[in-house]
């Protein structure tokens, strides 16, 4: 009985706020301009507190942004017919199109499984899989190549170590965005943390968003198509003509 | 340079786009081919997804053949009767095109079914001609040797026949739309022009001669590719013009200089060099269908 009691404290009590994160970025919106080679996002921040630091463990900070989830079909080729064709699909229900998490030290130290579940924090619990089909047995492989692929393109990132406490209070860090990122709302999320226990939460919007030529365009191909591809014919045949023209009148 | 595509939500640079552009642009003037078949699988290989690819590569198709036709339609070399004919097949091929690669799409084998067509038909093709045109070559080495007169086969007994006057040909309208819907359901399916399977499907099929028909395919090329790129951009919103445009002015400037190229060097080394490249590009695919890919696990949009 004691133990139980003891289990409830200690699981209820991190959650009271006794210290609250304020925090800030370089820039709350992105412009994807027609020259948009990546960029990078300052995260930077303090903790306020009333009375002193508890001494339940040093304080840990995790840091994650992510995209617009989206529902994801990954398949899987395999050898048929002597050739390589995709064979297995499994749908992963959503999955961010971008995420990246930096913390302050080691994964496994500054978050405890049960709150890493309970607020989707790292990689693979940031993607919500419900269900393969029957027929595939592996269906974790499917999710595990998700995370692989998209960790190469830069998409994922998981950066341990790389968020800087300073003083039990201030912390800042720096999340590298690709210069493949799709438009939407990203959420930049800041987790305290103690003896890997979610103390205080922060969360924040950043705003992806296409301007200028790249939103036009965008928003011409989408809404007027017939328009848009007339104006894309255009432009092709006006360049073939004028290329034409050009060179008759050098070679005369 | 970076530049960030609109619809293909990559950043690429500008000036790898322009010189892939300026290179397919020349072959595309030397062979009458539109360079699809080339430009297609590296738009792939950079990293623009295959259905931005396929789409806008018609698109600038349009304007490397148009600037090409041009030129051949000053030297004459427009057989503008056929390529009206050939037209009425490709735009009914077109629209079969698109419903194939859309069905496909969904269940999720259009990179299968655009790869074994590129297999399938660049090694034909590409054998034949490297075949033909070898032998035509030792032909005209061979001091004293008979040059065959055009044999009539199947394709001159068949109804509606009809002059091309141009060509110099009196023939049955049947073949020459039989191909167009071919070379239609390959333009849509591939992001390709199609001139690598008309050019030839022209000269040993029709029987046109062969200065005729560059300038003829580019000339139907042309309307398919259009049509193709109303079509893509109206139902799946992947033409992206930002690539396009990029890709073409590269493209345009080569297909002038590659139109001139062509001119000076005679027919069979043309068709030779032709064959040597359908060959590679037709290996290099078959190898990634034969041999087991290093990541065999791909992600694609969910469509319902």
């Known amino acids: 009985m004691m133990r139980l009691l003891f289990l409830f404290m200690a699981l209820y009590l991190p959650a009271k706020a006794e210290e609250a994160v304020v925090a800030g970025l370089s820039q709350n919106r992105i412009a994807i301009t027609a020259n948009f080679d990546g960029s990078e996002i300052l995260i930077f921040g303090a903790v306020r507190r009333d009375a002193p630091p508890p001494g339940t463990g040093p304080l840990e900070v995790i840091i994650a942004i992510a995209g617009p989830s989206k529902p994801i079909m990954v398949r899987r080729k395999a050898k048929r017919f002597g050739i390589w064709i995709n064979a297995d699909a499994v749908e992963v229900d959503a999955a961010p199109s971008f995420y990246a998490v930096a913390t302050s030290g080691p994964l496994n130290d500054v978050l405890k499984n049960i709150d890493d579940l309970r607020y989707r924090i790292s990689i693979p619990r940031a993607i919500r899989s419900v269900g393969a089909p029957m027929t595939i047995m592996d269906a974790r492989a499917f999710t595990e190549a998700l995370i692989r692929i998209r960790t190469e393109k830069g998409l994922y990132q998981m950066s341990l170590n790389t968020v800087e406490v300073s003083e039990e209070t201030l912390f800042n860090t720096s999340v590298t965005l690709p210069a493949n990122l799709t438009e939407g709302a990203y959420t930049a999320r800041i987790f305290l943390t103690r003896s890997g226990n979610v103390v205080a939460t922060y969360e924040t919007k950043i705003d992806v968003q296409k301007v200028g030529l790249e939103k036009w365009l965008f928003n011409l191909a989408h809404e007027l198509p017939l328009a848009y591809g007339i104006l894309s014919l255009v432009i092709a045949i006006a360049a073939g003509w004028s290329a034409s023209a050009v060179f008759r009148y050098i070679r005369s | ?304």
């Open chain 2, 1 to 304: 340079m970076q530049i960030y595509l609109p619809i293909a939500e990559v950043s690429v640079n500008a000036f790898l786009l322009l010189g892939l552009g300026g290179i397919v642009g020349i072959l595309s003037g030397m062979f009458g081919v539109g360079g699809g078949f080339l430009m297609t699988p590296l738009l792939f290989f950079i990293g623009i997804p295959p259905a931005v690819a396929v789409a806008t590569e018609a698109n600038q198709i349009v304007a490397s053949s148009f600037s090409g036709v041009l030129a051949h339609f000053k030297r004459k070399t427009v057989d503008l009767r056929m390529g009206v004919v050939l037209l009425i097949g490709g735009l009914i091929g077109a629209a079969l095109g698109v419903q194939v690669f859309n069905t496909l799409r969904a269940i999720g084998q259009v990179d299968l079914l655009v790869k074994l067509c590129y297999v399938v038909f660049l090694g034909i093709i590409g054998g034949l001609m490297f075949f033909e045109s070898l032998r035509a070559i030792l032909r005209t080495r061979r001091p004293g040797a008979v040059t065959l007169r055009r044999k009539h086969n199947w394709v001159h007994n068949l109804p509606f026949k009809m002059k091309f006057r141009t060509s110099g040909l009196y023939i049955s309208v049947i073949p020459p739309v039989m191909v167009g819907i071919l070379v239609g359901i390959l333009a849509a399916i591939m992001g390709v022009g199609g001139g690598f399977v008309m050019v030839p499907a022209m000269i040993y099929l029709l029987g046109m001669p062969t200065k005729v028909v560059v300038g003829t395919s580019l000339f139907q090329i042309i309307f398919v590719t259009a049509f193709t790129t109303l079509m893509h951009a109206t139902t799946n919103y992947t033409v992206d013009m930002m690539l396009a445009v990029l890709l073409l002015v590269g493209g345009v400037v080569g297909a002038q200089i590659g139109a001139r190229i062509g001119v000076k060097m005679k027919a069979e080394q043309l068709r030779i060099l032709l064959a040597i490249m359908v060959l590679a590009v037709c290996t290099k695919l078959a190898a990634e269908l034969l041999l087991q890919p290093s990541e065999l696990y791909n992600l694609g949009d969910v469509r319902h």
